[in-house]
């Protein structure tokens, strides 16, 4: 029947968008950086106007000016992921990607729309546009627009999973069905990681880094400040952020290597993650002893999106159904050509 041998298609392992999602992964880690390096420099305002750069999309003298390379640079870099979306988008629908990587494709464009527009809005509600005496609409914006950036990073990971070979030939490394617990752990950290990101942007856009300048103790020598503020607060929020997604992501390890499934698909990945967890921690604390040095903080913003962006990875891979049946050598041979199984002898 027609609808089994579109069904099959769906299915079929298509190595040019495989590719094609990778290399926006790849792009996306230099746009990511880009963001992290302008806020870390408060470059963010170095135009007034948006979308264009001081009325231009080339605008004078920005190579010569550091602010200015910063800004416009995340600008042309975000452009070219908006491109690369609308690309992965199309290439899923006419090249018969599966239903659901076709709509994570819709999901792809619109978010990267929403992004778009989020930093937008953070430039043109800044205090330097509107005159007022506070700068939270602009603030807002800026905490939102870089959230969304790490749920935008996740959604293009999914994305490229489900267009592996290992997804579509070999339930994504998965002999067996993974105890339902490992997905509840994967959850659970991936969401920590979410909520610590969150904090992470409200500090960096309150500029409240050094809100607390020593660690691992106070300037009083405790572990607890004697007095707050905001800017102490929320410092102190993401350091005690910081111990929760700990414990969350070995919590995860440890029942990945519990589970037979999760341990044999897994296993490398957990100690991977594990590995960007300790980079993390001590990429921290370097932001403290080098006393925001421009480079190590924006590393540590990057490694936290790579922290979650290989969390949501194991966890979604964890979520696939697993196949009884193992694909046929023709079947693997078909998908790696990019044909459709032969339907000859089907009923209905």
């Not at 003298?61 to 390379?69: I, P, Q, T």
């Not at 049946?325 to 002898?345: E, H, L």
Request: charged content about 10%; glycine content about 8%; proline content about 4%.
């Amino acid at each position: 029947m027609p609808a089994k041998a579109d069904s099959l298609e769906k299915t079929c392992y298509r190595p040019a968008l495989f590719w094609f999602g990778f290399a926006s992964l790849v792009w996306i880690t230099f746009l990511l950086y880009a963001g992290g390096f302008t806020t870390t420099i408060r470059a963010g305002m170095a135009f007034l106007d948006w979308p264009l750069s001081n009325g231009s999309i080339n605008p004078d003298g920005w190579l010569e000016n550091k602010d200015m390379a910063a800004e416009h640079s995340h600008r042309l870099l975000g452009m070219v992921m908006g491109l690369l979306s609308i690309g992965l988008c199309v290439a899923a629908h006419l090249g018969k990607a599966a239903k659901n990587s076709r709509k994570m494709g819709n999901w792809l464009v619109v978010l990267v729309i929403f992004q778009g527009l989020l930093g937008g809005l953070r430039v043109k509600l800044d205090t330097l546009n509107l005159q007022i005496d506070h700068n939270l609409y602009a603030q807002s914006f800026a905490v939102a627009h870089a959230t969304l950036a790490q749920l935008f990073l996740c959604l293009l990971v999914a994305f490229v999973i489900s267009n592996s070979r290992s997804w579509i030939e070999k339930n994504a490394g998965f002999s067996a069905q993974p105890s339902s617990s490992l997905l509840t752990y994967g959850y659970l950290a991936c969401g920590t990681i979410v909520l610590q990101l969150i904090v992470g942007a409200i500090m960096r856009h309150a500029h409240a880094g050094l809100a607390i300048p020593t660690f691992p103790l106070t300037p009083h020598e405790t572990l607890i400040p004697p007095v707050f503020n905001f800017a102490i607060g929320i410092h102190f929020a993401h350091r005690v952020g910081a111990v929760i997604v700990t414990i969350a992501i070995v919590l995860f390890c440890i029942r990945v290597w519990k589970d037979a499934a999760g341990r044999k698909a897994l296993g490398k990945s957990a100690a991977g993650l594990l590995a960007l967890l300790l980079i993390q921690v001590l990429l921290g604390a370097l932001v403290i002893w080098k006393v925001r040095n421009e480079h190590v903080t924006t590393l540590h913003m990057l490694n936290g999106a790579f922290t979650l962006a290989l969390c949501w990875s194991m966890t979604y891979r964890s979520s696939k159904p697993i196949s009884n049946q193992a694909a046929t050598p023709v079947a693997a041979a078909n998908s790696r050509t990019g044909k459709p199984p032969s339907t000859v002898g089907q009923t209905a």
